[in-house]
Nanobody, 129 residues
Framework: QMQLVESGGDLVQPGGSLRLSCAAS??????????VAWFRQAPGKEREGISC????????AYGEAVKGRFTTSRDNVKNVAYLQMNSLQEDDTAEYIC????????????????????WGQGTQVTVSS
């Protein structure tokens, strides 16, 4: 099983930016063979798929709420996936969690959470003035 550790969460003002990191280690397969997704969960709300990046240098997918504001990327040498978040809004306040799925692609949409086997513990993002 791959271990995932998120970092970068913080308190930020509306309109600000943050970059989250998801560091991967272990696992039966190299990191580059995993799709990595970001989900978020706010109190009282369902878990929401934010972004996904396919294995290798494959395609990306984004949830409607963050399209045009958030960008996901990966470094297959450092075994890290990133979520760059710009123009943050108070509605973006949530715990952000990364997840990985072996030999998976993100074909235009963020796959549902049950398609991901490995999960991190999450990092808190709070957007408030």
């Amino acid at each position: 099983q791959m271990q995932l550790v998120e970092s970068g969460g913080d308190l930020v003002q509306p309109g600000g930016s943050l970059r989250l990191s998801c560091a991967a280690s272990g696992g039966p397969t190299e990191f580059r063979f995993y799709a990595v997704a970001w989900f978020r969960q706010a109190p009282g709300k369902e878990r929401e798929g934010i972004s996904c990046i396919s294995l290798g240098d494959g395609g990306e997918a984004y949830g409607e709420a963050v399209k045009g504001r958030f960008t996901t990327s990966r470094d297959n040498v450092k075994n890290v996936a990133y979520l760059q978040m710009n123009s943050l809004q108070e509605d973006d306040t949530a715990e952000y969690i990364c997840a990985a799925a072996e030999y998976a692609y993100c074909s235009g949409i963020v796959p549902p959470s049950d398609e991901f086997d490995d999960w991190g513990q999450g990092t808190q993002v709070t957007v408030s003035s």
